[in-house]
C-alpha cells in the first residue's frame, strides 16, 4: 500500500551515522527480486548526471553536458535550463520548447550517459544502519543485505520504503520475510537514489505519524536537503 505523504522535507534536521563497517560488494549480494523495466517509475535526472544533447537542426550546438550542483544545465543559446527531477523526454520536451526560439523547428534528442552518485539509507533493525552506494537494480531486500542484514528484533513483514517520484513523496509498505522472498518479493521495486529503507522492530500502526517523527530525528543532512530541492521546484 503507497500513502501519499507531503511537505516530510521540512522535518528533516538531524544527521546519522554512516556505517562504519565495509560493506558487502554488489557480487556478493543477493539477487534482485526485480529488475528495473518500463513498468517502473521513469528515472529522473539529479546533479552529476551526464546527458547528451544532439540537436540535429544545429549539429554545432550538439554537446555532452553535466548537471550542475545548482541542478542546471549550461547550454549555448538559451542558457542554463534545470535539469534535475526531469525525466529525459520532460528535459527533451523543455529544451524543444527553449530551442524554437532561437531555431526553426528545432529537433533533437537527450540521452543519459552516466550518473552521479547513487544513495540510499537504510536503517532501523539492520546490522549496519546507514548511507550506502547503490548499485542498478537493487531492490529493499538487497539494500538490507548490503546494511549487515536483519537483526533477530526485525519485523520483516512491514519494511517501510520512503521515496519521491514526480514531485510526491510516498511511504510504502513492502514485506521481506522469508515466505515473501522464497515466492520472489511480489510488488517490490527497484529503489531510486536517495530511497531510505526502514526496518521496524515491531508493526506500525500509523505510518504517517510514525515517519514524521523517524526523519526528524535519524535522516541524514544531505537526504533532507535532496527531499527539500525536490519538493520545491524551480524553473
Not at 30 to 50: I, K, N, T
Not at 72 to 94: C, F
Not at 110 to 130: H, I, K, L, N
Not at 153 to 162: E, F, K, M, P
Amino acid at each position: 500500500m503507497r500513502v501519499a505523504f507531503a511537505c516530510i522535507a521540512l522535518l528533516f534536521t538531524a544527521p546519522a551515522a554512516i556505517a562504519q563497517d565495509t560493506p558487502p560488494v554488489a557480487s556478493e549480494l543477493p539477487q534482485p527480486a526485480m529488475v528495473y523495466s518500463e513498468q517502473s517509475p521513469a528515472y529522473r535526472l539529479f546533479p552529476g548526471d551526464e546527458v547528451e544533447i544532439t540537436i540535429y537542426s544545429a549539429p554545432e550546438l550538439s554537446r555532452n553536458a553535466t548537471i550542475g550542483p545548482d541542478g542546471r544545465l549550461a547550454l549555448p543559446l538559451i542558457g542554463a535550463v534545470r535539469a534535475a527531477d526531469l525525466t529525459a523526454e520532460e528535459l527533451h520536451d523543455i529544451l524543444v520548447s527553449a530551442y524554437a526560439a532561437h531555431l526553426r523547428m528545432p529537433e533533437l534528442t537527450v540521452t543519459p550517459r552516466s550518473y552521479g552518485s547513487r544513495q540510499v539509507f537504510v536503517g532501523g533493525e539492520v546490522a549496519r544502519p546507514g548511507i550506502y552506494d547503490m548499485p542498478a537494480n537493487m531492490d529493499a531486500f538487497q539494500a538490507v543485505a548490503l546494511a549487515g542484514g536483519f537483526l533477530p528484533s526485525a519485523h520483516r513483514r512491514d519494511v517501510l520504503i520512503l521515496s519521491r517520484a514526480s514531485g510526491a513523496t510516498t511511504v510504502s509498505e513492502i514485506d521481506l520475510s522469508m515466505r515473501a522472498v522464497r515466492s520472489g518479493l511480489p510488488g517490490a521495486q527497484a529503489l531510486q537514489r536517495y530511497d531510505v529503507v526502514y526496518v521496524p522492530r515491531s508493526r506500525i500502526s500509523q505510518v504517517n505519524l510514525f515517519m514524521q517523527q523517524y526523519v526528524r530525528d535519524a535522516l541524514p543532512v544531505q537526504f533532507s536537503f535532496y527531499y527539500d530541492l525536490r519538493g520545491n521546484r524551480t524553473n
